[in-house]
């Protein structure tokens, strides 16, 4: 469960960028030449709450999907006639999960009460 592989960092970042692929080729800028002001709201390349949302719904369906037919590949295991283990290793099996599961919703209780990954409460000062 705590396990990291690098592909999966790979497919968020191919995920994330979706939309500019789709766009069509990258054109980098020209370095040597100085940048034109640009006025101050399309300096932003901050994505609305409806693109949000969009981002989440497709993202969150995807990936729960994966982790169901995870579940279900894991449900495979308990079946006797190819498979043989013992009640510690169920044990572990289901605390792993279950703590995996706890972790997700306190990812997302703690987001909704703003608290940062790192433990600190956001918070926004004007």
Do not use: C
Not at 6 to 18: C, K, N, T
Not at 68 to 81: I, Q, S, V, Y
Not at 110 to 122: C, E, I
């Amino acid at each position: 469960m705590g396990t990291h592989r690098e592909d999966d960092s790979i497919l968020e970042q191919e995920e994330y960028y979706e939309e500019d692929v789709e766009a069509g080729p990258v054109v980098w800028p020209d370095m040597s030449q100085p940048e034109p002001a640009a006025p101050a709201e399309t300096s932003s390349k901050k994505r609305g709450d409806a693109e949000k949302r969009a981002a989440f719904s497709r993202l969150a369906s995807s990936r729960a999907s994966a982790a169901m037919d995870a579940m279900r590949l894991l449900g495979h295991l308990a079946n006797p006639t190819q498979y043989a283990w013992d009640e510690a290793q169920e044990a572990t099996l289901f605390d792993a999960l279950e703590m995996g599961v706890k972790a997700l919703r306190r990812s997302f209780e703690d987001a909704r009460r703003g608290v940062a990954k790192n433990g600190k409460h956001l918070s926004l000062r004007v």
